[in-house]
């Protein structure tokens, strides 16, 4: 029986890899920000519930992951894999306590900094896996390091991939740096999820037209990230572009000098 940590899991993508899990007998923690929905999130997974927690935390802001990461271990002695399916999308320049920008503080900088906080636990299972959840972007999107970490002003539609593809080069640094582990980012695709609750009401609008005709299903966005969960038969760093195809991945292969930089970057910020 895995171990496995899954942030976003009170809803969408998250929840639907979590039934999964439960479902093949495996034990999940979930994260989530409303206690509320995080509740209903166990109460449906049935019987299987007893296999599974819930821990209400804020990802987005330093002292919120701090505080994730220590209640999590103070529970868990280890972990055989954690799941990144934590998301938020907004256009509006929405600045957190930290001074940084709230997409790029939860889409990249909570991954990185709960996963550096979470190492030790991951490190006393032979080839654990970290698994982050993107929207679609190419692994050659440039990012320019002078506006990394604090995207200053935040244009999401300059910015939205290049703080994406920074999953991409944390994936790539911890294949180097912690060789026992797998890292790999997944494609979620184009799900309805309750990552639309922040998008203009014109945009909102547009997706409910569009969706039954182009989104993929949430069962479909989940498949790829619940069998890098669940499996080790793949090499890090490795990136799933297309959502329900497991056996269509490719190597992340990146500029060594840009990821040390935003590495250096993202440790200066945290601390971790």
Not at 8 to 37: M, T, Y
Not at 175 to 185: D, I, N, Y
Not at 241 to 249: D, L, M, S, V
Request: glycine share 6%; net charge positive; hydrophobic share 45%.
């Amino acid at each position: 029986m895995s171990s496995i940590l899954v942030s976003g899991g009170n809803s969408g993508i998250g929840l639907a890899a979590a039934r999964e899990f439960v479902r093949a007998s495996h034990r999940v923690v979930l994260l989530g920000r409303d206690p509320n929905k995080g509740k209903e999130a166990l109460e449906s997974l049935g019987d299987a519930r007893n296999r599974a927690s819930f821990i209400a935390v804020d990802l987005s802001t330093h002292e919120g992951v701090r505080g994730a990461a220590k209640r999590v271990l103070a529970e868990n002695d280890s972990f055989d894999a954690v799941l990144h399916s934590t998301g938020v999308f907004t256009t509006e320049d929405v600045r957190t306590v930290d001074g940084l920008n709230l997409f790029f503080a939860v889409n990249y900088l909570s991954r990185y900094h709960l996963t550096q906080l979470l190492l030790p636990a991951l490190r006393r299972v032979e080839r654990a896996r970290v698994v982050m959840m993107t929207a679609s972007v190419s692994v050659s999107t440039p990012i320019d390091v002078r506006q990394f970490p604090r995207f200053e002003p935040f244009d999401l539609w300059r910015m939205r991939l290049p703080i994406q593809v920074a999953n991409h080069h944390y994936a790539a640094h911890l294949s180097r740096s912690e060789p026992g582990l797998l890292a790999g980012v997944i494609n979620a695709g184009s799900a309805k999820t309750d990552i639309l609750r922040s998008m203009p009401w014109y945009m909102r609008a547009i997706a409910t037209v569009v969706v039954p005709i182009f989104f993929n299903s949430i069962a479909e966005s989940a498949h790829n990230a619940v069998e890098a969960c669940l499996r080790d038969d793949w090499a890090a760093a490795t990136y799933w572009e297309k959502p329900g195809n497991f056996e269509h991945r490719t190597p992340i292969v990146l500029d060594e000098t840009v990821t040390r930089r935003l590495m250096h970057a993202s440790r200066e910020i945290t601390g971790a």
